[in-house]
């Protein structure tokens, strides 16, 4: 009878080592199934992340090309409008030229005149 028990304990013993290695592969596996998957989320947010500071450095370069074509344009209106408010006086000068004065300084143009058909 004890050998009887003996080997039902020992039968016990070794289902019980099986399943706890079974269960051990199973936790191994599940841990490098998790591991796996947060390493190809980081990699997922790593590549979103790449993307948009790509997106947001094109628009920060985009920005500096209008603020610079902006620029420019508001000095051109400004040079404009000093013109504008220049005075003009047509002397009779001998060339025909156009005195005209802005800011205190003195330009001479050349008039044109449209062509008789």
Do not use: H
């Not at 013993?13 to 706890?20: D, R, S």
Request: proline share 0%; hydrophobic share 35%.
């Amino acid at each position: 009878m004890s050998l009887r028990i003996k080997a039902v304990v020992d039968k016990f013993v070794e289902e019980l080592k099986e399943a706890l290695d079974a269960d051990i592969q199973d936790r191994i596996m599940k841990e490098r199934e998790m591991q796996s998957y947060i390493e190809e989320r980081e990699r997922e947010v790593a590549e979103r992340e790449a993307a948009w500071k790509a997106e947001l450095s094109r628009r920060e370069a985009e920005i500096g090309r209008q603020e610079a074509r902006l620029k420019m344009e508001r000095e051109n209106l400004e040079k404009e409008k000093s013109v504008l408010m220049g005075t003009a006086s047509n002397q009779d000068n001998q060339d025909g030229a156009l005195e005209i004065t802005v800011s205190g300084e003195k330009y001479r143009c050349l008039r044109f005149s449209k062509a008789k058909k």
